[in-house]
């Protein structure tokens, strides 16, 4: 009987809509990319004119800059890196170089990881949330409305938005992943294996091997008849 890993049945080639796991990683990249490259333009016009994302006290309740110079340069710089990450997913699954697909793979279980924490940080200290919304200027939109909720439904809602949306995370991350096991398995050389009738192992050589291993021997004496 033939053993096979845990995570084998785990693997699939379709994804969303059921398109190939290929298809699906090019255009979770080409997403990715365009955010990305949508919140640079912004970091960038920020940066250029800092007076636009600087808000007065009558329209915050208080003296508030949206970034400075600084963490805007950090923003600017992670962005940059998410641009580059993005773009060689996007290119090793149209190339099927899969091992241009690991920085975006190891991104997204970062990501992952990092909403984990949040969630366990909601459920395990519920009144940060009443806390976070108390510090919100008073003008914020909903901020009344939001502060008259149940405090234990208000939990509540937020743990099912974050789990709903670790499980979005999680089928993206596994169409990745088998994505990335389809390009390995493809780039590599198949063994096609043969079992006998006395349960003796036969590895008989890829087709294109014996194809022209086939070809070159020389072909047999005509034939004289006596």
């Keep these: 009987m ?4 845990p995570w084998t049945r785990f693997y699939s080639n379709s994804c969303c809509l059921c398109c190939h796991v290929r ?3 090019i255009l979770l ?4 990319l365009i955010i990305n490259a949508v919140v640079l333009l912004i970091l960038l016009s920020a940066l250029a004119d800092p007076d636009q994302y600087h808000f007065s006290s009558t329209e915050l ?3 508030f800059e949206f970034m400075d110079d600084a963490n805007m340069c950090i923003a600017i710089a992670v962005s940059l890196l998410m641009i580059l990450i993005c773009a ?4 090793g699954a149209y190339k099927q170089h899969a091992a241009w697909i690991i920085p975006f793979f190891c991104y997204q279980i970062f990501d992952f990881a990092l909403n984990t924490l949040v969630a366990v940080t909601v459920l395990v200290y519920p009144n940060s949330i009443q806390e976070y919304i108390r510090q919100l200027p008073p003008n914020f939109p909903y901020r009344d409305d939001i502060m008259s909720v149940n405090p234990t439904c208000l939990v509540l809602i937020i743990l099912l938005f974050i789990s709903i949306i670790l499980t979005f995370k999680g089928y993206l991350i ?3 992943w088998n994505c990335y ?7 590599s050389s198949d063994v096609l294996v043969y079992v006998t009738s006395n349960d003796t192992t036969v590895l008989l050589p890829p087709y294109d091997d014996a194809t022209v291993n086939g070809a070159a021997k020389e072909p047999p004496p005509p ?3 006596a």
Excluded: L, P, Q
């Design 2 to 5: 033939k053993m096979v890993a």
């Design 23 to 25: 298809t699906g990683t």
């Design 29 to 32: 990249g080409v997403w990715y």
């Design 61 to 63: 309740g208080g003296d």
């Design 88 to 91: 060689m997913a996007t290119y």
């Design 174 to 176: 596994s169409c990745v």
């Design 181 to 187: 096991r389809y390009i390995n398995g493809r780039n």
């Design 223 to 225: 034939y004289v008849s």
